[in-house]
């Protein structure tokens, strides 16, 4: 794999991107909706095991991508990808597009939950509100991190609008399987938490987050 870097994109400059980032739909008045306007936005090194994946899969072949990018990216530019700090604009083997890569994006995300008492707990019976951070962005490259038992940079998202919160609730990471495709029932693709989940989906697409979703021809503006 040969990778060419065209843009580094420093940290400040993708917060302020993703403050830009719409939900998929539209409100009442056709108006996009921006959930991180407002949110604090950071940069954090973590360890897998303090962030929840919202996926019940992982593709084969996202994962050996995410291995092979890694690889070239620390042998022809001395950058791992496991430790951003900033974004990248990147063409690999020149197939003609340039797409972004960042940091993960972990965001912590409202959770009304019931705990379960364990054997000599004692059992409340009752609802508390909770923050969980979960993978909204990379889980493959987390997923390198976690066989590797790297630790990873993310971009750690804390007070998104709390009337939109992440699409779906997270999953513990013993229940992802590694697939060839993504399952065609969506209940074997993630626990959605609500029947139009998209409406709830963030765009990160406009920031050129993630290939092939963000490509874009050379040169395009």
Same mark, same amino acid.
């Given at each position: 794999?040969?990778v ?5 994109i420093?940290?400040e400059?993708?917060?302020e ?11 009442? *008045?056709?108006s ?8 604090d936005?950071?940069l954090?090194? #973590? ?8 996926t019940f899969? #992982?593709?084969?072949k996202? #994962?050996?991508? %995410? ?5 070239? #990216?620390l042998? %022809? ?8 700090d ?8 020149e197939? *003609?597009k340039?797409w972004?890569?960042t ?8 959770r009304?939950?019931i ?7 004692i059992?409340?019976k ?15 490259r ?8 790297s630790?990873f940079n993310?971009i750690?998202i ?7 919160p ?5 999953? *513990? ?7 060839? *495709? ?11 938490s609500?029947e ?8 990160f697409?406009?920031i ?12 395009e503006?």
């Open positions: 794999m040969n060419k870097i065209h843009n580094k420093p940290f400059d993708l917060v991107r993703i403050r830009k980032v719409p939900l998929q739909v539209k409100d009442d *008045e056709g996009q909706i921006f959930v991180y306007r407002d949110a936005i950071s954090r090194e #973590l360890r897998v095991n303090e962030v929840n994946p919202t899969y #992982l593709i084969r996202g #994962l050996q991508f %995410q291995r092979d990018l890694r690889e070239a #990216l042998k %022809q530019h001395k950058i791992d990808s496991l430790h951003l900033c974004g990248l604009e990147i063409e690999v083997d197939c *003609e340039i972004t890569l940091p993960p994006i972990i965001e912590v995300t409202p009304t939950v705990y379960h008492p364990r054997e000599g707990e059992d409340h009752e609802k508390a509100q909770i923050q969980v951070p979960i993978i909204n962005d990379g889980a493959h987390i997923g390198i991190a976690k066989e590797s038992s630790t993310a750690y804390v007070g998104a609008d709390p009337e939109f992440f699409y779906a609730h997270p999953n *513990e990471w013993s229940r992802i399987k590694i697939v060839d *495709e993504a399952p065609s029932d969506k209940r074997d693709r993630k626990f959605y609500r139009n989940c998209y409406a709830l989906y963030r765009d697409g406009v050129g987050c993630g290939a092939p979703r963000g490509s874009r021809d050379i040169g503006k």
